[in-house]
Protein backbone atom coordinates (compact mmCIF):
# COMPACT_ATOMS: atom_id res chain seq x y z
CA UNK A 1 0.00 0.00 0.00
CA UNK A 2 1.03 2.93 -0.85
CA UNK A 3 1.31 6.47 1.08
CA UNK A 4 -1.12 9.01 0.21
CA UNK A 5 -0.84 12.38 0.48
CA UNK A 6 -3.87 14.65 -0.16
CA UNK A 7 -3.50 18.25 -1.62
CA UNK A 8 -5.99 21.07 -1.06
CA UNK A 9 -8.54 21.50 -4.05
CA UNK A 10 -7.37 18.64 -6.15
CA UNK A 11 -8.84 15.31 -6.45
CA UNK A 12 -7.81 13.06 -4.04
CA UNK A 13 -5.73 9.98 -5.52
CA UNK A 14 -6.09 6.75 -3.25
CA UNK A 15 -3.89 3.69 -4.51
CA UNK A 16 -5.07 0.22 -3.71
CA UNK A 17 -3.44 -3.23 -4.54
CA UNK A 18 -4.40 -5.06 -7.81
CA UNK A 19 -5.89 -8.13 -6.84
CA UNK A 20 -4.44 -11.76 -7.31
CA UNK A 21 -7.93 -13.13 -8.14
CA UNK A 22 -10.98 -12.51 -9.80
CA UNK A 23 -14.41 -13.10 -8.56
CA UNK A 24 -14.88 -16.33 -10.14
CA UNK A 25 -11.68 -18.03 -8.69
CA UNK A 26 -12.59 -16.23 -5.07
CA UNK A 27 -15.88 -17.65 -5.17
CA UNK A 28 -14.45 -20.87 -6.16
CA UNK A 29 -11.94 -21.11 -3.05
CA UNK A 30 -14.67 -20.01 -0.87
CA UNK A 31 -16.66 -23.61 -2.37
CA UNK A 32 -13.46 -25.32 -1.93
CA UNK A 33 -12.99 -24.00 1.94
CA UNK A 34 -14.01 -25.96 4.42
CA UNK A 35 -15.23 -24.29 7.56
CA UNK A 36 -13.55 -25.29 10.72
CA UNK A 37 -15.53 -24.57 13.25
CA UNK A 38 -13.41 -26.37 16.15
CA UNK A 39 -10.60 -24.23 15.46
CA UNK A 40 -12.37 -20.93 14.06
CA UNK A 41 -15.81 -20.46 15.46
CA UNK A 42 -16.86 -17.92 13.08
CA UNK A 43 -15.86 -19.54 9.93
CA UNK A 44 -19.03 -20.16 8.86
CA UNK A 45 -20.54 -16.75 9.15
CA UNK A 46 -17.10 -14.98 7.72
CA UNK A 47 -18.24 -17.51 4.54
CA UNK A 48 -21.39 -16.35 4.43
CA UNK A 49 -20.48 -12.55 4.35
CA UNK A 50 -17.48 -12.88 1.69
CA UNK A 51 -20.15 -14.69 -0.34
CA UNK A 52 -22.35 -11.66 -0.20
CA UNK A 53 -19.40 -9.60 -0.51
CA UNK A 54 -18.83 -10.65 -3.99
CA UNK A 55 -22.65 -11.01 -4.60
CA UNK A 56 -22.22 -7.03 -3.74
CA UNK A 57 -18.79 -6.25 -5.98
CA UNK A 58 -20.71 -8.50 -9.02
CA UNK A 59 -23.69 -5.36 -9.57
CA UNK A 60 -21.45 -3.07 -9.17
CA UNK A 61 -21.02 -1.93 -5.32
CA UNK A 62 -17.93 -1.84 -3.25
CA UNK A 63 -17.80 -5.54 -2.72
CA UNK A 64 -18.86 -5.90 1.21
CA UNK A 65 -21.46 -8.39 2.67
CA UNK A 66 -22.68 -9.30 5.69
CA UNK A 67 -25.33 -11.32 7.73
CA UNK A 68 -27.35 -11.06 11.34
CA UNK A 69 -27.31 -13.80 13.43
CA UNK A 70 -29.31 -14.34 16.64
CA UNK A 71 -29.53 -17.46 19.25
CA UNK A 72 -26.76 -19.00 16.82
CA UNK A 73 -28.76 -19.02 13.85
CA UNK A 74 -28.29 -16.51 10.48
CA UNK A 75 -31.55 -14.33 10.55
CA UNK A 76 -30.56 -12.17 7.19
CA UNK A 77 -27.43 -11.95 4.88
CA UNK A 78 -27.43 -9.21 2.95
CA UNK A 79 -24.77 -6.82 0.50
CA UNK A 80 -23.99 -3.18 0.80
CA UNK A 81 -25.88 -0.83 -1.70
CA UNK A 82 -24.18 2.63 -1.80
CA UNK A 83 -23.06 2.35 -4.73
CA UNK A 84 -25.49 0.46 -7.40
CA UNK A 85 -28.29 0.23 -8.37
CA UNK A 86 -28.09 3.97 -7.91
CA UNK A 87 -26.18 6.04 -4.95
CA UNK A 88 -27.51 5.58 -1.73
CA UNK A 89 -24.34 6.29 0.08
CA UNK A 90 -25.37 5.67 3.64
CA UNK A 91 -26.59 1.48 2.71
CA UNK A 92 -23.31 -0.11 3.67
CA UNK A 93 -24.24 -3.53 4.33
CA UNK A 94 -24.34 -2.65 8.06
CA UNK A 95 -26.53 0.10 7.38
CA UNK A 96 -28.77 -2.30 5.10
CA UNK A 97 -29.36 -4.82 7.82
CA UNK A 98 -30.08 -2.85 10.83
CA UNK A 99 -32.78 -0.85 8.84
CA UNK A 100 -34.00 -4.60 8.12
CA UNK A 101 -33.71 -5.38 11.43
CA UNK A 102 -35.24 -1.81 12.86
CA UNK A 103 -38.15 -2.25 10.79
CA UNK A 104 -38.74 -5.87 11.98
CA UNK A 105 -38.85 -4.93 15.53
CA UNK A 106 -40.44 -1.34 15.35
CA UNK A 107 -43.14 -2.68 17.83
CA UNK A 108 -40.50 -3.89 20.25
CA UNK A 109 -39.23 -1.26 22.81
CA UNK A 110 -37.21 -3.52 24.38
CA UNK A 111 -35.92 -5.93 21.95
CA UNK A 112 -32.37 -7.62 23.94
CA UNK A 113 -30.34 -6.26 20.98
CA UNK A 114 -27.34 -7.93 23.10
CA UNK A 115 -28.61 -11.30 21.49
CA UNK A 116 -27.99 -10.12 18.32
CA UNK A 117 -24.43 -10.73 16.35
CA UNK A 118 -23.51 -8.40 13.33
CA UNK A 119 -21.27 -10.13 10.64
CA UNK A 120 -19.64 -8.40 7.90
CA UNK A 121 -16.68 -9.18 5.29
CA UNK A 122 -14.78 -5.89 6.28
CA UNK A 123 -13.91 -3.61 9.04
CA UNK A 124 -17.09 -1.35 9.66
CA UNK A 125 -16.42 2.93 8.85
CA UNK A 126 -16.90 5.15 11.23
CA UNK A 127 -20.12 5.81 10.34
CA UNK A 128 -21.48 2.69 10.52
CA UNK A 129 -19.71 2.27 13.65
CA UNK A 130 -21.49 5.42 15.14
CA UNK A 131 -24.98 3.48 13.52
CA UNK A 132 -23.72 0.29 15.77
CA UNK A 133 -23.55 2.28 19.04
CA UNK A 134 -27.40 4.00 18.68
CA UNK A 135 -28.31 0.52 17.31
CA UNK A 136 -27.16 -1.34 20.60
CA UNK A 137 -26.66 -4.64 18.53
CA UNK A 138 -25.01 -6.70 20.73
CA UNK A 139 -21.95 -8.25 19.17
CA UNK A 140 -20.01 -7.22 15.65
CA UNK A 141 -17.35 -9.00 13.95
CA UNK A 142 -15.50 -8.40 11.00
CA UNK A 143 -13.91 -10.82 8.48
CA UNK A 144 -10.53 -8.55 7.79
CA UNK A 145 -9.36 -4.78 8.45
CA UNK A 146 -6.64 -3.56 6.38
CA UNK A 147 -4.18 -2.09 9.01
CA UNK A 148 -1.98 -0.55 6.13
CA UNK A 149 -5.02 1.11 4.16
CA UNK A 150 -4.84 4.87 4.18
CA UNK A 151 -8.45 4.84 5.61
CA UNK A 152 -7.89 2.45 8.60
CA UNK A 153 -4.03 2.54 9.40
CA UNK A 154 -2.74 0.66 12.69
CA UNK A 155 -5.70 2.03 14.56
CA UNK A 156 -8.79 0.53 13.90
CA UNK A 157 -11.79 2.48 13.26
CA UNK A 158 -13.26 1.74 16.98
CA UNK A 159 -10.24 3.12 18.25
CA UNK A 160 -10.54 6.72 17.06
CA UNK A 161 -14.03 6.97 17.54
CA UNK A 162 -15.33 9.98 19.37
CA UNK A 163 -15.30 9.41 23.21
CA UNK A 164 -18.95 9.84 23.23
CA UNK A 165 -20.11 6.96 20.71
CA UNK A 166 -17.30 4.89 22.48
CA UNK A 167 -19.44 5.49 25.88
CA UNK A 168 -22.83 4.53 24.21
CA UNK A 169 -20.81 1.55 22.84
CA UNK A 170 -19.20 0.48 26.07
CA UNK A 171 -20.89 -3.12 26.01
CA UNK A 172 -20.60 -3.53 22.83
CA UNK A 173 -17.99 -6.14 21.04
CA UNK A 174 -16.64 -4.80 18.04
CA UNK A 175 -13.75 -7.43 16.60
CA UNK A 176 -12.09 -8.94 14.07
CA UNK A 177 -14.22 -12.47 13.62
CA UNK A 178 -12.64 -15.40 14.70
CA UNK A 179 -12.31 -17.18 11.10
CA UNK A 180 -9.23 -18.66 9.54
CA UNK A 181 -6.76 -16.41 7.99
CA UNK A 182 -7.40 -17.83 4.48
CA UNK A 183 -10.94 -16.41 4.88
CA UNK A 184 -9.65 -12.91 5.94
CA UNK A 185 -7.41 -13.30 2.50
CA UNK A 186 -10.30 -13.79 0.30
CA UNK A 187 -12.06 -11.28 1.47
CA UNK A 188 -9.29 -9.06 1.01
CA UNK A 189 -9.14 -9.69 -2.34
CA UNK A 190 -12.94 -9.60 -2.84
CA UNK A 191 -12.91 -5.89 -1.51
CA UNK A 192 -9.81 -4.98 -3.79
CA UNK A 193 -11.63 -6.12 -6.91
CA UNK A 194 -13.90 -3.10 -5.90
CA UNK A 195 -12.64 -0.55 -4.37
CA UNK A 196 -10.61 1.25 -6.78
CA UNK A 197 -13.63 2.04 -9.12
CA UNK A 198 -16.28 2.25 -6.04
CA UNK A 199 -13.96 5.28 -5.17
CA UNK A 200 -13.44 6.79 -8.44
CA UNK A 201 -16.77 7.01 -8.99
CA UNK A 202 -17.42 8.74 -5.56
CA UNK A 203 -14.84 11.53 -6.25
CA UNK A 204 -15.86 11.99 -10.04
CA UNK A 205 -19.28 13.34 -8.36
CA UNK A 206 -17.49 15.74 -7.12
ZN1 LIG B 1 -19.82 1.75 6.64
Redesign the pocket.
Known amino acids: MQSTIFMSGEKPSLNFETPKFSYDELAQQLVDYTPDTERYPHDEASVVSVVEGIRAGRIGNVAVGGCLMKDGEIISREISKAVAPFHRTDL?V??VLLNELEEKLCDNKKPRMRDYTLFTSQE??P??LARICFNQVGKTYYVYRDGNSPEAGAQTNWDRLPPGFKGLGSRLVIEEAQCSPELKEISRQVWLNSIGPAVNEFLDRY
Open positions: HEMPCMC
